[in-house]
């Protein structure tokens, strides 16, 4: 299997780093301008009875848990301005602070490290569980109720990624072209996203998707929002 991760506004990150077999780390540039993080899965699928909890480390905060990522969850949104010190006062400042990001302001600022470790579905839960319920609130993705600005925050990231799955799971193929070769310790099958029909073709655990659909996908995405802002507002496929 592999992770995924996007700061709003920012390329697709997919080179996390093995530490062992069960934990892997990614380092997130510019961390104190990153306010909104998708983290999500893909390739092969969590082994029975396994799930995968998300830490950030922020500069001078020390490793925080996020959340969680699971067979049945395999993405997840994260505000991280929650986790710092307040500076701004609402999510829309946060939102626009993350779309004004762009690639030569990447690496002005000081990274964070983001780490994911494999561990069985007890033991993430129990870790979940313990989360102070400030942080459950102000993480979109762990389940529990949020404002109504995190329930539009939640929506909007299901759109992006539903539009990521729809467009990467569109180059699946079955057999490797000639020169090929695997990226990662595991084999990059689509079927991370809950499986089934893409178009006419079936996602399966056995299918391979090229790195450079996702580097196409946030080529064109980048284009559609720059036109239209509110582009994953409405998208629906």
Same mark, same amino acid.
């Given at each position: 299997?592999?992770?995924?991760?996007?700061?709003?506004?920012?390329?697709?990150?997919?080179?996390?780093?093995?530490?062992?077999?069960?934990?892997?780390?990614?380092?997130?540039? #510019?961390?104190? /301008?990153?306010?909104?993080?998708?983290?999500?899965?893909?390739?092969?699928?969590?082994?029975?009875?396994?799930?995968?909890?998300?830490?950030?480390?922020?500069?001078?905060?020390?490793?925080?848990?996020?959340?969680?990522?699971? #067979?049945? /969850?395999?993405?997840?949104?994260?505000?991280?301005?929650?986790?710092?010190?307040?500076?701004?006062?609402?999510?829309?400042?946060?939102?626009?602070?993350?779309?004004?990001?762009?690639?030569?302001? $990447?690496?002005?600022?000081?990274?964070?490290?983001?780490?994911?470790s494999i561990e069985?579905?007890? $033991?993430?839960?129990?870790?979940?569980?313990?989360?102070?319920?400030?942080?459950?609130?102000?993480?979109?993705?762990?389940?529990?109720?949020?404002?109504?600005?995190?329930?539009?925050?939640?929506?909007?990231?299901? #759109?992006?990624?539903?539009?990521?799955?729809h467009y990467v799971?569109?180059?699946?193929?079955?057999?490797?072209?000639m020169g090929a070769?695997?990226?990662?310790?595991?084999?990059?099958?689509?079927?991370?996203?809950?499986?089934?029909?893409?178009?006419?073709?079936?996602?399966?655990?056995?299918?391979?998707?090229?790195?450079?659909?996702?580097?196409?996908?946030?080529?064109?995405?980048?284009?559609?929002?720059?036109?239209?802002?509110?582009?994953?507002?409405? $998208?629906?496929?």
């Amino acid at each position: 299997m592999q992770f995924g991760a996007i700061v709003a506004g920012r390329p697709v990150q997919t080179d996390f780093q093995p530490v062992d077999a069960t934990k892997f780390a990614l380092a997130v540039p #510019n961390a104190d /301008k990153a306010n909104h993080l998708v983290v999500f899965v893909f390739g092969d699928p969590f082994p029975a009875g396994y799930a995968a909890t998300v830490h950030i480390n922020l500069p001078d905060r020390g490793w925080q848990l996020l959340g969680a990522l699971s #067979n049945d /969850k395999p993405s997840a949104m994260f505000r991280l301005a929650g986790l710092r010190p307040a500076t701004r006062s609402s999510d829309g400042d946060d939102m626009m602070m993350d779309s004004s990001n762009d690639t030569n302001a $990447v690496a002005a600022g000081p990274p964070a490290m983001l780490g994911i470790s494999i561990e069985p579905i007890d $033991v993430v839960q129990a870790q979940l569980a313990a989360l102070p319920q400030s942080q459950r609130t102000a993480t979109a993705s762990t389940g529990h109720s949020t404002p109504a600005s995190g329930t539009a925050g939640l929506q909007l990231s299901l #759109n992006v990624l539903q539009n990521l799955y729809h467009y990467v799971t569109s180059f699946a193929t079955s057999s490797l072209p000639m020169g090929a070769h695997v990226v990662g310790g595991g084999a990059p099958a689509a079927g991370a996203f809950g499986g089934g029909m893409v178009g006419s073709a079936a996602v399966t655990n056995a299918s391979w998707i090229p790195v450079k659909a996702f580097e196409d996908w946030w080529s064109a995405v980048n284009r559609k929002v720059k036109m239209n802002p509110q582009y994953f507002e409405r $998208v629906s496929d």
